[in-house]
């Protein structure tokens, strides 16, 4: 079988080659005064790749395209490489960090910039048909599914699917990845049947590589649900958005648990060498993870007029939720509304579904030391 692969316009070009634009590949007439390698077709795509990723790399693309000086020996020679290998390395993990926060952002056009440029990087590394693409294949997908560019979406999950069923490796987290997407490009089309059909196995490829309960997870719940709602069907869709806030909620639980163990636990028993705040030693969210979590729970408040069947306790608890993921990006000012908004919505919940209000009460009480 023939190799499947999208042309890609390399992020440099040898001497002599006619220059093509990094995001278009129409023909270049402008290029980056400051790194001097990146060329544009004109100021807008110049502008959309500089809001989208390359005032982030710029200094490192320049580092990274730089020649390698003259060296004496063929270990110098292969030091070298390596330190060229680990600054492109850096480039594609920011970058593809940044696409995935865009699109969990709302902004799928500020995420193809940097979703191209880690596959172009990738490219240079793995060659056009590689397992190691398939991130920057599914970012690219998902970024032309939120522009309505649902040809080219195609086009990239073509190229995804063709590579993952090459590779009988791929592991289970990559296939759920892949098949999110899938579900993702049916959806926009309104062919919900095999939209969930991807969803579900989507579902059940994360639960495989992580677990059911795990915040991998929980993105293929939350889109399934939303596939729901357009069936009208609102009784399941609030069942796996519960499902989401819960999972949510149970993470965020854990992190500020650790939190308030740290700030309570005497300094020299907690913190490593050189750390002065013990906070900073507790894992937590990165940065794409605080947008999706964000997303969802927003969006579940937003959808609580579809359903009518639940009652005041899931606002009560996306509100709990939404002062936990507060806390644990240091927004305590908006942990703190958060906190007054469930304490709201608690009055009205019937008695038989109460939740705990000592848990509301904790983290309120809570805040004022976290902030010393």
């Not at 952002?105 to 596959?119: D, H, K």
């Amino acid at each position: 079988m023939e190799e499947s692969g999208l042309k890609v316009n390399p992020l440099a070009n040898p001497k002599g080659t006619k220059k093509l634009c990094h995001l278009c590949q129409h023909p270049a007439k402008i290029q980056c005064p400051h790194c001097r390698v990146t060329y544009y077709c004109g100021i807008e795509d110049q502008r959309n790749d500089w809001n989208g990723i390359h005032s982030q790399v710029c200094s490192l693309i320049a580092l990274l395209r730089a020649p390698l000086p003259h060296a004496n020996s063929e270990l110098e020679r292969k030091h070298r490489r390596q330190q060229q290998q680990h600054n492109r390395d850096h480039i594609i993990e920011i970058a593809l960090t940044e696409g995935r926060k865009q699109l969990h952002n709302g902004e799928p056009s500020l995420a193809f910039p940097p979703s191209l440029l880690a596959l172009k990087l990738l490219t240079e590394t793995h060659g056009s048909a590689h397992i190691q693409l398939t991130p920057a294949l599914l970012l690219l997908a998902q970024s032309a599914i939120g522009q309505g560019q649902l040809r080219e979406a195609e086009q990239y999950l073509s190229q995804a699917q063709w590579t993952v069923s090459q590779t009988p490796s791929t592991s289970s987290s990559l296939r759920s990845q892949l098949h999110r997407n899938l579900g993702l490009l049916a959806t926009a089309r309104g062919d919900f049947i095999n939209a969930r059909k991807y969803f579900a196995e989507d579902i059940y490829q994360s639960s495989v590589a992580h677990s059911p309960h795990s915040i991998q997870t929980v993105g293929g719940l939350f889109y399934l649900g939303n596939v729901f709602l357009k069936q009208s069907k609102p009784s399941v869709a609030l069942s796996l958005h519960e499902q989401v806030v819960k999972i949510w909620m149970s993470h965020l639980e854990s992190i500020v648990k650790e939190m308030d163990k740290a700030i309570h636990t005497p300094l020299s028993s907690v913190s490593l060498p050189g750390v002065d705040n013990p906070l900073d030693n507790i894992s937590t969210l990165n940065v794409a993870e605080r947008v999706e979590a964000k997303h969802h729970l927003h969006s579940v408040l937003s959808l609580k007029e579809f359903h009518s069947l639940s009652s005041s306790s899931l606002t009560f608890w996306v509100y709990y939720t939404l002062a936990l993921l507060s806390i644990v990006t240091h927004d305590y000012k908006q942990a703190l509304t958060c906190c007054h908004e469930a304490l709201n919505h608690f009055s009205s919940i019937p008695e038989t579904e109460h939740p705990n209000r000592d848990e509301i009460e904790h983290l309120i009480n809570l805040l004022p030391d976290l902030q010393k």
